[in-house]
């Protein structure tokens, strides 16, 4: 605790560096160091003005669309990427090989309410799930509002039913990744917990905000000695009609057929490209996006705008001359939705080679307009980035909060105790479009994915200039 | 200067509260009012569950429509609201009598490069814009960067021609509004600068965002004694075909030809709800937006937002059972886009009957998610609003900034000195919509749109309850 006075004033001061930056122009560039106000500046002018990062997203998302690892789509934007960087001439392109699960949804997905008039439902068979024998299943449902619920109806009520998760995600909640959080388990767990107490499928309504027919996917995970059983997400109306109906009717029965498989394992890549460092060239700081997207939609907020933004950043910093004292990578993450292998292979990899990881930034929270950086670090570390606020124009970067990072990049601070930073966009309408045919690149503003692909070039400019 | 110090201290634990209020949940409640925090979460749970100011809305634009002053759609919209409000019960509901100037588009809006195949550009007669003659303008095309280049060219060059005003938005400005306010006086003062030099007609490209053909409108002003010439908006890829066929050819003719008229002023309304204040009923809180709308789109963002919001505020406290000292009143103000008659009748009605204004807020810069509040007041109004900031959840409020109103309320600012306050979305996606046929219902998001009701709500209440 030493210095604990001297920290209160310094803490002050910078607080009030920051208020300043917020209320006055004037204020806003007295005490900053002018040449970092210019350099940022010119990282936001040619971001919006290029509109470069929504150039390429706008190629990956309609010439390659959807990239479910193990697909042709993951294949040709690996290829693309790196072709990409190439045409950039960035230091170093390279890429990492790995195996990843290859899941392929079948041609045919079908959830209807038998004997009802329109009793078809909107339906997406969830990541990973099991097909259904080929007649499918025809049972009675049980609906549920979570895991919980299994255990207290328990086996005889369950058994050899179909189970209908159907709590909705909680408006109330600010942020739509907590609203999402409090709701996915449902997804994620409710299967195998169902599959325990002898249910033979499992239906759930769409973790998502909207209130459309759109169902979202993503993944579920089996427990390894539990019967894989399988599972599919209900459009929210879908869902709605579902509950309606067994409000008139306890027993209908619910028909489900699926004919998705899991094939073996397939090669991959995590994709990666530098600028090396002229200064601490073994210092690397990682960027990144995952490459891999779910089989519906184009990937656009998840995350093609991630990986997109992390080679803008790369480019940004070409394009106008500032040349890195550390090395900088922009990493294309392979199968962060369904394995997360190519997350683990980039630790695992930095630990072989005993590579020195400043810092790694993830950015996986959708296209739309930045509000601040989630950090795990050091307390001085978000001290210091606190203290770089006044260089954010007001309405894109307002706070860095303690606790952040990205599934890809978690296991670097798993690994090797790297820091890691989480990019936090605006979240309001990130899960109407998360895992579902709304992710598509028209969902995406340019203005929006600028400012975001800027905020981040800003702040790992800083963080390579100033360390950590 | 009295006191200097202290208000030095006082404000350096003003905005250490503020930056409490970001990083530390613990922080963000210890030390506020406990029945403060507990009616502001219940203003954004009522908001973000009910999705009423969203419903109404649908009704507004989905049922009534645009709503241009002087049209059916206007008369409507003043009837509905009055209808809707008095189902609340609001204590006093009442119309304010006025006339507003009545201007019609045609049917008929043309514009196109004379000879060329595919010639047609997309086309919006700006607001009040007289007409052509019957058979058209078919003239010579002078294209000017801005109305400084007019005086520049002189009578010599401009005279007899269609002057073109092709000045873009300014991409690198992180606020689109000042983007917009740096390039709308080519369509508010550059038909009247170009027919002061002999221009027969102005055509200018959109004042706009986004890079797509959807023309913009706009009011542009005539000068008393100078000629008034027809003048329209073109959308933005129109106008860059122009400019491509003017680079060919500096000797092309443009085709232009509209029929709109101006009628007389016709007699219209503000509408008014309001809530009696239970301890000092004289003291008077405005929230208002602008019920009337261009004659595109659905006037959604521009502004049905801002009066289904104004209306929702007092909706939610009625809902809530928060009893407010002060009297607050819902304004629906008419004519904002051609003429702000309803602004000025209120404040000369306001005047008139010696009214106690303390403080008036608009909501008129689209439904999109908060940012902040624009106010003018005293520094130590400011200072206090300030010290509110720990009770707004991070990502809603970030910042109250010096300087803010609207063009509705700006006139009770001007006449009795009320402070006034604007309210400060995310800026991004507003000038892409504004004007024209994209600001349409499908546009708006509803928890953007209840974020801001709820903001407004929690900020009004925080100055009922505690003053300025």
């Known amino acids: 605790m030493k210095n604990a ?33 210019k350099v940022i500046k010119g990282i936001y002018d040619e971001s919006l003005t290029s509109r470069n990062t929504y150039k390429l997203l706008d190629h990956l998302c309609n010439k390659i669309g959807h990239r479910l690892s193990g697909s042709i789509g993951a294949s040709k934007a690996v290829e693309w990427t790196e072709m990409i960087m190439n045409s950039y001439s960035f230091d170093k ?33 969830l990541g990973m799930s099991v097909s259904t024998p080929k007649k499918g299943i025809s049972e009675k449902v ?30 109330r909640l600010i942020s739509t990744g907590s609203a999402y959080g409090g709701a996915v388990d449902q997804r994620t767990a409710g299967p195998a917990e169902a599959a325990k107490y002898g249910a033979v499928a499992v239906v759930i309504r769409s973790i998502g905000t909207a209130f459309d027919d759109v169902p979202h996917t993503g993944v579920t995970r089996y427990v390894e000695g539990i019967k894989k059983i399988p599972a599919a997400a209900l459009g929210v109306k879908s869902a709605d009609k579902l509950t309606l109906a067994l409000k008139n009717n306890p027993n209908l029965k619910l028909f489900i057929k699926m004919n998705c498989e899991t094939l073996e394992d397939a090669p991959s890549h995590n994709v990666v490209g530098e600028l090396i460092g002229n200064e601490f060239p073994n210092e690397i700081i990682t960027i990144g996006g995952h490459l891999d997207s779910w089989d519906v939609g184009q990937g656009a907020h998840d995350d093609g705008a991630g990986c997109m933004q992390s ?22 993450f392979m199968n962060e939705e369904n394995g997360t292998r190519g997350g683990l292979k980039y630790a695992e990899l930095a630990k072989k080679n005993n590579e020195n990881h400043l810092i790694a930034l993830e950015s996986d929270a959708g296209a739309f307009t930045p509000r601040g950086f989630g950090v795990t670090a050091e307390a001085s570390t978000i001290k210091k980035f606190r203290s770089w606020l006044p260089y954010f124009e007001l309405n894109t970067i307002s706070y860095f909060k303690k606790g952040g990072g990205g599934v890809d990049i978690n296991p670097l601070n798993r690994l090797l105790g790297t820091p890691t930073i989480g990019f936090i966009p605006d979240s309001q309408r990130m899960f109407d479009i998360h895992h579902s045919d709304n992710d598509s690149f028209d969902s995406v503003h340019p203005r929006e994915l600028e400012l975001g692909t800027a905020s981040i070039a800003s702040l790992i400019y800083l963080i390579d200039k100033y360390g950590l």
């Open 5 to 37: 006075k001297f920290n209160i004033l310094k803490g002050l001061f910078f607080t009030y560096l920051f208020i300043l930056s917020f209320f006055s122009i004037k204020a806003q560039t007295s005490g900053l160091n002018k040449e970092d106000v």
């Open 93 to 125: 392109i390279y890429k990492q090989d790995l195996f990843v699960p290859n899941w392929k949804r079948g041609d045919k997905e079908e959830v209807k309410i038998i004997g009802q008039k329109d009793g078809e439902l909107n339906v997406l068979a």
């Open 142 to 171: 049980v609906e549920v509002q979570g895991i919980e619920d299994i255990e207290v109806l328990g086996r005889d009520k369950i058994k050899g039913k179909i189970v209908f998760f159907n709590r909705p995600t909680d408006q």
């Open 311 to 332: 080679i803008q950043v790369l480019r940004l910093f070409q394009k106008l001359g500032i040349k890195p004292k550390r090395t900088i990578r922009a990493v294309m």
